[in-house]
């Protein structure tokens, strides 16, 4: 799992490319935070266009990346995700809390 | 049951081995000829399943996982996750949408996608003793695509 981070101010791009499970669920997160805490951005984009799997380890990552942005009253949205893990989404209902850009 | 092939693999709870989990299933069914979209699903499913015995069935420890996945009557792809871990005290809790032991970590969503992902799933746990995981998926696979 790489996290490529790319801020052009008021905002962050976050690429997240390879597998997120319970494996690297932890280590994301913590990439996620660490580049949130660093911009303090605007707005933050989870580009997951490049992320080829992920499980519901996922989804407690995705909100408490949001959770995160909403505490310091800026937004996240997630872009582009691939049809797998876009699956894991709507099967898990978290599609009707988090703003996703197909 | 009678069955068409078969493959058992055993592994440490190990986070590493979820991925390779993944990987065996989606090998191993392969000789199924499935869609990439029925791969995704089945994928999707052992990596809750076993994640599951990997963080909740043996929370201390490395203990052991036994995967075993069967062709039955040709299209029919049955997959069983099983771990000798502390068990689930309620099962019927536990298949709870949002239900979890694992705090803000957990989702508390992996039985309900593997209900969604697979055709059937069942669920037989004694505390103390371990939990095993039963599911199966038709595969109608390209063919059915034409
Ligand atoms: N193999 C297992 N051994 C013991 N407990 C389990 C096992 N699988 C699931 N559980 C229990 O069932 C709950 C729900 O599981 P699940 O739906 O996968 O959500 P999550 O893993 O996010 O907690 C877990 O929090 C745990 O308490
Ligand atoms: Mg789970």
């Given at each position: 799992?790489?996290?490529?981070?790319?801020?052009?101010?008021?905002?962050?791009?976050?690429?997240?490319?390879?597998?997120?499970?319970?494996?690297?669920?932890?280590?994301?997160?913590?990439?996620?935070?660490?580049?949130?805490?660093?911009?303090?951005?605007?707005?933050?984009?989870?580009?997951?266009?490049?992320?080829?799997?992920?499980?519901?380890?996922?989804?407690?990552?995705?909100?408490?990346?949001?959770?995160?942005?909403?505490e310091?009253?800026?937004?996240?949205?997630?872009?582009?995700p691939?049809?797998?893990?876009?699956?894991?989404?709507?099967?898990?209902?978290?599609?009707?809390?988090v703003?996703?850009?197909? | 049951?009678?069955?068409?092939?078969?493959?058992?693999?055993?592994?440490p709870?190990?986070?590493?081995?979820?991925?390779?989990?993944?990987?065996?299933?989606?090998?191993?069914?392969?000789?199924?000829?499935?869609?990439?979209?029925?791969?995704?699903?089945?994928?999707t499913?052992?990596?809750?399943?076993?994640?599951?015995?990997?963080?909740?069935?043996y929370?201390?420890?490395?203990?052991?996982?036994?995967?075993?996945?069967?062709?039955?009557?040709?299209?029919?792809?049955?997959?069983?996750?099983?771990?000798?871990?502390?068990?689930?005290?309620?099962?019927?809790?536990?298949?709870?949408?949002?239900?979890?032991?694992?705090g803000?970590?957990?989702?508390?969503?992996?039985?309900?996608?593997?209900?969604?992902?697979?055709?059937?799933?069942?669920?037989?746990?004694?505390?103390?003793?371990?939990?095993?995981?039963?599911?199966?998926?038709?595969?109608?696979?390209?063919?059915?695509?034409?």
């Amino acid at each position: 799992m790489k996290v490529i981070t790319d801020y052009s101010p008021p905002n962050l791009f976050i690429r997240c490319v390879g597998e997120l499970d319970h494996h690297t669920a932890a280590e994301t997160l913590r990439r996620i935070e660490q580049a949130l805490d660093r911009y303090l951005p605007k707005n933050c984009a989870l580009d997951f266009s490049a992320l080829t799997f992920m499980d519901s380890s996922g989804i407690a990552v995705i909100l408490r990346a949001q959770k995160r942005m909403r505490e310091t009253g800026g937004s996240l949205v997630l872009v582009h995700p691939m049809s797998q893990p876009e699956k894991v989404l709507s099967a898990s209902g978290i599609h009707r809390f988090v703003d996703i850009r197909y | 049951m009678k069955y068409d092939n078969y493959i058992k693999v055993e592994f440490p709870s190990k986070s590493c081995n979820e991925a390779l989990a993944r990987s065996v299933v989606g090998v191993f069914a392969s000789q199924m000829d499935p869609t990439l979209g029925e791969l995704g699903d089945v994928k999707t499913a052992v990596s809750e399943a076993v994640t599951n015995c990997v963080i909740h069935a043996y929370p201390d420890s490395v203990g052991v996982i036994r995967l075993r996945c069967r062709v039955l009557e040709g299209d029919l792809l049955e997959i069983l996750v099983r771990d000798w871990g502390c068990g689930i005290p309620d099962v019927e809790k536990a298949r709870t949408p949002l239900f979890t032991t694992g705090g803000e970590e957990r989702s508390g969503m992996g039985f309900t996608i593997m209900e969604s992902f697979m055709d059937t799933l069942k669920v037989r746990s004694r505390p103390g003793r371990g939990t095993s995981v039963v599911m199966t998926r038709r595969l109608s696979g390209k063919t059915a695509e034409g």
